[in-house]
């Protein structure tokens, strides 16, 4: 097997992903807030694409087709902004966090770099949704009742569902990193992107970049939809995806590395 085909090693993993977060650290915050507002504007061609699947295929099948057919759209935006490395949030909940548990970086720091990628994140979203609810309709490619059910599946579930949902789509978009950085063919990186993906867009899990969008453009077209459904949808996709992303991956996999070394050390001893 060819050194560029073998995969990567557990710590070789984590000090790769040290010095990726690490470098987000030393960008301008114009540089990050133009990425992270690249990444809010590119993760809506998930949205627009599940739109337009739901009014070619809504009531000519089943319920339960219906959804498979529109999460297949989930990952198109996806592809786009992470392997166009734009700054996505749920990415950066796992990525950012290890240089803090490593010491390069201080909480205060990671606070701040949080908070202009959400931001950067959400205002695009928010661009995109303004946008693809004008020309959707009035191409008549996406009715607003289209716009109205995506946004339905992200509000209807009670608050402890959305925290507990937006936990598991937060842990596997922290793992989507990892894998990431574990294989080093770009054809595997974007298989490994629409797996990862489409499993959190069939499961119907929360995500607080897509479905920013997804309810936003929900509550532009429609009255069912209020500004208290997206508040309360945001706060606990938000809360979860951080918690998801990175808990059970950062400091799982780093405390992995750590035990892993101290272990080395005392068998060194003997």
Known sequence: MAENDKPKEHDEIVEDQIK??????????????????????????????????????????????????????????????????????TEQTALAILPVLNGKASVGELLRLWGFVILGNLVGGLLFALFITWIGPESGRIPAESFEHIAKVMVEPNWQITLGSAVLAGWMMGLLGWLISSVRESI?????????????????????????????????????????DYLEFLAFAIIGNTVGGAFFVSVLKYSQMKAGNQSKSAAEKF
């Open 20 to 89: 990726l977060g690490f470098r987000d650290y030393e960008r301008s915050s114009v540089g990050l807030s133009l990425s992270a507002f690249t990444a809010g504007l590119e993760i809506g061609f998930s949205v627009m694409l599940m739109g337009i699947l739901h009014a070619m295929f809504s009531g000519k099948v089943d319920p339960e087709v219906l959804h498979l057919i529109i999460s297949l759209g989930y990952p198109l935006g996806f592809i786009f902004v992470i392997i166009g490395r734009s700054e996505l949030f």
């Open 188 to 228: 595997s990186h974007i298989v490994i992107v629409i797996f990862i993906t489409l499993i959190i867009g069939v499961g119907g899990l929360h995500h607080c970049i897509v479905g920013n969008i997804e309810v936003l453009s929900g509550m532009l077209v429609s009255d069912s939809i209020s500004l208290g």
